[in-house]
């Protein structure tokens, strides 16, 4: 069998998919990346299981997860294209969505069976990479006073900082990705040097304005705030715990207290997002009704969202003096004006992206994500003794963000702190 060199496994997936988000500047799509995600992630899976290294008692159970997401799909993908199972739309089980799907999974399971060592590798490289997207944030906001617009989104998203790769909210995911990763090879950094850091990936997130991710990233900060005053510090200093609520409380009351304020006041401006995420859901979760146990097959989720209305019935009212729940009627109303033009619509959400497309098959596999992720939420708040804090919070912060965002492109980029989370050599 080939011998794999030091430079293989994960640390490859990260290179060639970060080479190939910056050459889309240039009119270059990601089918190169899907490409030698598929080939050269099928190679070294059959090479790594055949050397009998791949698996071990820590990655056996989330292997076995993603693999029989792989045999489930193909299956029922083989059953629709023999037309055993007949196809109630063109959207349904598409050789193209279903291609990237096996890409993206090939190269999921890849990363599940790398040596833990090339797997801190790849951390190192992502953590590279952040820094320069976060340096790029600088001149994004030293250019915008000439009207140089290279480094952000079209006029569209409000030509948000994009990192010079056409998505904000990729770039938000890979900043976060990335503090992540610096604070997992930095433990023994001084406060001084910690709070210099944040301050520069926070400059970074802001830039976006990606919401999502901004929350993402103020929910993993908040925790690690929390546990270098209250349990075990991932760092190598502790802060009084008067100190820490000294500043924790008062933000999060202040945040309570306006978000209060805009209810009771009738002031929903900031929710107009929120409400157009929730009626996404709403009809995501129809659909979802609509193709279970099988699913759709990958990438439906995208073109069915406006096959259809919205079912569920929700009271009318006035836009200027209406509540929340009318104002979400009006939402849904105006998202029923594109039904039936088949536009595509993206469900906003990673967890639909994986219910629609497998029915039942899919509803077990979120039912695990979700389980990993409570797990998380447990040991940070009740286990004194934890050492995987900063990748703890990054699973928690994951609730928010793939709740709010389609990112299943990336969801080997989060297998790589998963298998950090679940390996017995951690990196404090």
Known sequence: MVKLSGLSGAPVFVIIYFSNLFLTNFGLPLYFTYTLFLTYGSFYIVSRLASGHGLNSANKSVFLLHFALLTYASFIFLLFEVEIFSKESSSWWSMASFA???????????????????????????????YVIVFGSLLYFLMMPLG????????????????????????????????????????????????????LFVVGIVATGDRTSIGSLLIILAILWFRTGFGASPFEFNFRKSIVLTLLLPATLFFAIAQYQNIVSGSFDSYKSTLHRITISIRSYELFQEVFPFGAGPGSQT??????????????????????????????????????????????????????????????????????????????????????????????????????????????????????????????
């Open 100 to 130: 990237k799907f096996l890409s993206i999974i090939t190269a999921s399971i890849a990363i599940i069976i790398s040596p833990i060592d090339r797997i801190i590798k790849s951390v190192s490289i992502i953590k590279n990479f952040s």
């Open 148 to 199: 140089w617009s290279f480094l952000s989104s079209d006029a569209l998203s409000g030509n948000r900082y994009n990192g010079g790769i056409n998505s904000y909210i990729i770039t938000g995911q890979l900043i976060i990705a990335g503090f992540v990763a610096h604070v997992l090879l930095n433990p023994k950094a001084t406060p001084a040097k910690l709070f210099a850091a944040v301050l």
């Open 303 to 428: 073109f069915l969202m406006n096959e259809n209305t919205i079912k569920a019935k929700f009271s009318d009212g006035d836009t200027k003096d209406g509540d929340l729940n009318s104002l979400l009627a009006k939402e849904i109303k105006s998202f029923q004006i594109k039904v039936g033009r088949g536009w595509k619509l993206s469900p906003h959400n990673t967890y639909v992206d994986f219910l629609i497309p497998f029915g039942a098959m899919g509803l077990f596999f979120v039912l695990c994500v979700f389980h990993a992720q409570f797990r998380s939420a447990k040991r940070l708040f009740f286990n004194r003794d934890s050492s995987t804090v900063v990748v703890d919070s990054y699973a928690v912060s994951a609730l928010l963000f793939l709740m709010f965002s389609s990112i299943f492109n990336l969801w080997w980029l989060y297998l790589i702190y998963y298998r950090i989370l679940i390996s017995n050599k951690v990196i404090l």
